[in-house]
């Protein structure tokens, strides 16, 4: 499984031993706001370049309008930059109808396409004949909505194996959730940088620890 960091704050991407190699980051307007920065072009460049110097595989930023001709030139100028800083560049949009005329304007640019917020099996049916290359069920949501995640999750993966789109699962709020997913096959889950600090230990590790220090000491007694 692919791990990206959720997040737009650049000083957050930097992690210490113990956590899994990271693919890349995603991002999305509420993130951008979150790390106090504009949604404009220029924001969006700017982690861009960062991406690079991070030596990220790759980057998907969130497109904040549904007009496709200003998708067109955001496309344009994100693409110049992700190739002079050796990023790949994944377009992120809503999965809603009202985005049909962007979503086609990015296909246009030959671009990789994520669709986010997909919260149902006809929604991943339509991002299916879209032909999109990823789809990203905000999993923590469904399941605080009392939503069967797993049956959608399984369908994604089903969905996945029949070559596409393939399954990003974000808002993913335990160790456990994350396990479930490794389980069931799915491509990639994002998680913000906090929760791969948080989880990179655990007390019953810690404990183990604990008590192979105490028993050494015994034996050395």
């Known amino acids: 499984m692919k791990i990206y960091l959720d997040s737009a704050d650049v000083s957050t991407w930097t992690l210490p031993d113990g956590t899994p190699p990271i693919q890349g980051v995603t991002t999305n307007p509420t993130l951008v706001h979150r790390a106090n920065l504009p949604v404009t072009l220029d924001t969006y460049m700017h982690l861009v370049d960062a991406a690079g110097a991070h030596g990220f595989a790759e980057l998907m930023v969130q497109l904040p309008s549904p007009d496709p001709v200003m998708a067109q030139q955001w496309v344009d100028t994100l693409i110049e930059g992700a190739d002079r800083a050796r990023v790949q560049l ?123 220090e105490r028993d050494i000491a015994a034996s050395l007694a």
């Open 90 to 212: 994944t377009i992120k949009l809503p999965c809603h109808a009202d985005w049909l005329p962007c979503i086609r304007a990015v296909q246009q640019k030959d671009q990789p396409i994520l669709l986010t917020g997909l919260s149902n099996s006809i929604q991943l049916l339509w991002a299916q004949s879209l032909q999109v290359d990823w789809v990203a069920p905000y999993v923590g949501r469904l399941d605080a909505d009392g939503r069967d995640i797993w049956a959608l999750m399984q369908a994604c993966v089903a969905v996945q194996k029949a070559k596409g789109p393939a399954l990003l699962a974000a808002s993913i709020k335990s160790p456990e959730i994350l396990a479930r997913l490794m389980g069931c096959g799915a491509a990639a889950a994002t998680l913000p940088p906090a929760s791969v600090l948080a989880w990179r230990d655990d007390p019953l590790t810690q404990s183990a620890i604990s008590q192979f």
